[in-house]
Nanobody, 133 residues
Framework: QVQLVESGGGLVQSGGSLRLSCAASGRTFSSYATGWFRQAPGKEREFVAVIRWSGDRSDERTYYADSVKGRFTISRDNAKNTVYLQMNSLRPEDTAVYYC??????????????????????WGQGTQVTVSS
């Protein structure tokens, strides 16, 4: 069993930055794909970013939704069993509850599979990000 706890959300002005953290306990999750999703009021939960190993496990790869590419960066600190989401140049449309999620299946899949929330086995409780205009 994996427990995920997100932190770092808050209120920020448009153009500002926040760094979200997702701390895992119960299992070392450095081998598994870890994603960030977000859900705005009245909308579906949507993919934001994912970090996962390449097929030969020689390095980690990151992938982003088009809406955040160039502004958000996902990274992992294996020593702390924590994944981060650095969010820069925030916009009001980034306002949402942000969730981290882990895929407990170590099998290598094409990146596109990680864009779907159904791919993930464990979820955190979410952290609110509000961007004012």
């Amino acid at each position: 069993q994996v427990q995920l706890v997100e932190s770092g959300g808050g209120l920020v002005q448009s153009g500002g930055s926040l760094r979200l953290s997702c701390a895992a306990s119960g299992r070392t999750f450095s081998s598994y794909a870890t994603g960030w999703f977000r859900q705005a009021p009245g909308k579906e939960r949507e993919f934001v970013a994912v970090i996962r190993w390449s097929g030969d496990r020689s390095d980690e790869r990151t992938y982003y939704a088009d809406s955040v590419k160039g502004r958000f960066t996902i990274s992992r600190d294996n020593a702390k069993n924590t994944v981060y989401l650095q969010m820069n140049s925030l916009r009001p449309e980034d306002t949402a509850v942000y969730y981290c999620a882990v895929d407990a299946d170590p099998t290598y899949y094409s990146a596109i599979f990680y864009y779907s929330k159904s791919r993930y086995d464990y979820w955190g409780q979410g952290t609110q990000v509000t961007v004012s205009s």
